[in-house]
């Protein structure tokens, strides 16, 4: 791997990491420039000063087949529209995602493919909700590697937000995952992974270890979200309490699915929806 400017290289991979840190986003999101020759971009990031000009430099005059998108949310997608008005250049994403941004696009489902340096290589698109519903990853081949938004975090774990996201959606985006033998991950946030199985099994393994958490505390007399998330996860800075909250909301909703005898929740379903970064 190979580092200038802060731009870090990984052939056929190329990345710099956006100037918005925070609680969620961890350093910052990740964006990426897939090949040599003619590239596709993954998650520009957000619409924010100097983002255009990082892009270009990224880009470095090459010409761009496509920009895609893992999901909506604007610490991703923000600066999309520019980006492509930029390099002239589409929009790919899943039809939710394009519907939620309100622009028209190249519209993805699982197994579609968008090619790089002529088709050398191709970004196959994997459906792959939990964190958000509109949620696609990209497997590079050929090869393992899979771009994993913000399914599968660089460092730390991701967060499922109710509504919009769901645990058994998760869990079954994590197995679709898995099924695939992942090798190097590029996530949304956080640094690459070299064994993308490891960590793939490991999020499985802990968002299980979560909805048992959340089960035993609403069993043990929990009736509140509020009261749920500090039995689970303790004190925790202001600034991630609403992600939380949004996590519980999902997993009391599985518990529902799975069939659980769940009583009233304060805060269920009188619910905001969750933050929309991360």
Same mark, same amino acid.
């Given at each position: ?22 609680p969620l986003t961890l350093d910052g999101t #990740? ?40 999901? !909506? ?26 519907? %939620? ?13 968008i090619p790089v340096d002529g088709g050398a290589?191709?970004l196959r698109a994997l459906e792959t909700p939990? @964190? ?11 090869? #393992? ?30 197995? %679709?995952?898995?099924?695939?033998? /992942? ?20 999020? %499985? ?5 979560? @909805?048992?958490?959340?089960?035993? !505390? ?7 979200? *509020? ?18 909250? !949004? ?16 009583? /009233? ?9 969750? /933050? *929309?970064?991360?």
């Amino acid at each position: 791997m190979r580092q200038s400017d802060s731009l870090r290289v990984a052939e056929p991979v190329s990345w710099f990491v956006a100037s918005n840190p925070g609680p969620l986003t961890l350093d910052g999101t #990740r964006c990426y420039r897939v090949g040599d020759k003619r590239v596709v971009l993954v998650d520009p990031g957000p619409a924010m000063p100097g983002q255009l000009d990082r892009l270009e430099k990224l880009v470095d005059g090459r010409p761009v087949e496509a920009i895609c998108l893992t999901h !909506a949310h604007a610490d991703h997608s923000g600066i999309a529209v520019g980006a492509a008005e930029c390099f002239g250049a589409s929009v790919a994403a899943s039809v939710d995602t394009l519907s %939620r941004l309100g622009i028209a696009g190249r519209a993805l489902a699982g197994g579609d493919t968008i090619p790089v340096d002529g088709g050398a290589l191709r970004l196959r698109a994997l459906e792959t909700p939990g @964190h958000s519903a509109d949620h696609l990853a990209y497997l590079l081949e050929p090869g #393992r590697c899979v771009f994993t938004g913000d399914l599968v975090l660089g460092a730390g774990s991701s967060v499922v937000l109710h509504p919009d996201g769901e645990v058994r959606a998760c869990l079954a985006s994590f197995s %679709r995952i898995l099924s695939l033998r /992942p090798g190097c991950l590029y996530p949304g946030h956080g640094p690459p992974v070299d064994d993308g199985e490891a960590r793939v099994r490991d999020y %499985r393994d802990h968002r299980i270890e979560r @909805h048992g958490q959340v089960v035993d !505390a609403v069993q043990a007399g929990a009736r509140t979200v *509020e009261t749920v998330r500090k039995l689970v996860y303790g004190d925790l800075a202001p600034g991630l309490e609403k992600a939380a909250d !949004a996590a519980i909301r999902a997993h009391i909703v599985y518990m529902r699915e799975q069939g659980d005898d769940v009583p /009233p929740i304060a805060g269920l379903d009188d619910s905001s929806p969750g /933050p *929309e970064e991360s």
